[in-house]
């Protein structure tokens, strides 16, 4: 029961950030970091090991606007990153646009990872492939592929 507490307390972790570059730890596992100046392209650290089989969420910086509600239409900037590759795949602060959608149209992941983010926040998500692409992947994900998202609210409609 100790070690079990242990893992959760250690998945619970709130980080705390200053200004400036940094580095920071999605948990005391084996997460990728996230190192990052608010309001550029962040950058993903490799993940190790065996991926996450559930949903995790982590906020990087807190925001104080609206709120994403799982009705909402989100405008976003996003980083998505492959466990297995541990490489960029897409990022649409290279494409120079932020992407708008409602979250009802998008993987089960968002659906679930997104609410409660606030405008001006960042949010890391590691998506397991069952809410995420699943067994038929996408595009230049493959099968069974867990996603790691970096995401940052820029509206809420």
């Given at each position: 029961?100790k070690?079990?507490?242990?893992?959760?307390?250690?998945?619970?972790?709130?980080?705390?950030?200053?200004c400036?570059d940094?580095?920071?730890?999605?948990?005391?596992?084996?997460?990728?970091?996230?190192?990052?100046?608010m309001?550029?392209?962040?950058?993903?650290?490799?993940?190790?090991?065996?991926?996450?089989t559930?949903?995790?969420?982590?906020?990087?910086?807190?925001?104080?606007?609206?709120?994403?509600?799982?009705?909402?239409?989100?405008?976003?900037?996003?980083?998505?990153?492959?466990?297995?590759?541990?490489?960029?795949?897409?990022?649409?602060?290279?494409?120079?646009?932020p992407?708008?959608?409602?979250?009802?149209?998008?993987?089960?992941?968002?659906?679930?990872?997104i609410?409660?983010?606030?405008v001006?926040g960042?949010r890391?998500?590691?998506?397991?492939?069952?809410?995420g692409?699943?067994?038929?992947g996408?595009?230049p994900?493959?099968p069974?592929?867990?996603?790691?998202?970096?995401?940052?609210?820029?509206?809420?409609?």
């Amino acid at each position: 029961m100790k070690g079990k507490l242990a893992g959760i307390l250690a998945i619970s972790l709130v980080l705390l950030t200053g200004c400036g570059d940094k580095e920071v730890s999605a948990t005391a596992d084996n997460l990728p970091t996230v190192t990052t100046n608010m309001g550029e392209a962040p950058t993903i650290g490799a993940p190790s090991g065996t991926p996450p089989t559930t949903l995790v969420t982590k906020d990087i910086f807190v925001g104080e606007g609206a709120e994403a509600q799982p009705t909402s239409t989100m405008t976003v900037h996003y980083t998505l990153m492959t466990w297995s590759k541990g490489a960029l795949i897409e990022s649409s602060w290279n494409s120079g646009s932020p992407a708008t959608f409602p979250l009802a149209n998008v993987i089960v992941g968002w659906q679930q990872g997104i609410p409660g983010m606030k405008v001006g926040g960042r949010r890391l998500l590691v998506i397991p492939p069952d809410i995420g692409y699943g067994a038929q992947g996408s595009g230049p994900i493959g099968p069974n592929e867990t996603l790691i998202f970096v995401v940052d609210a820029i509206g809420v409609a």
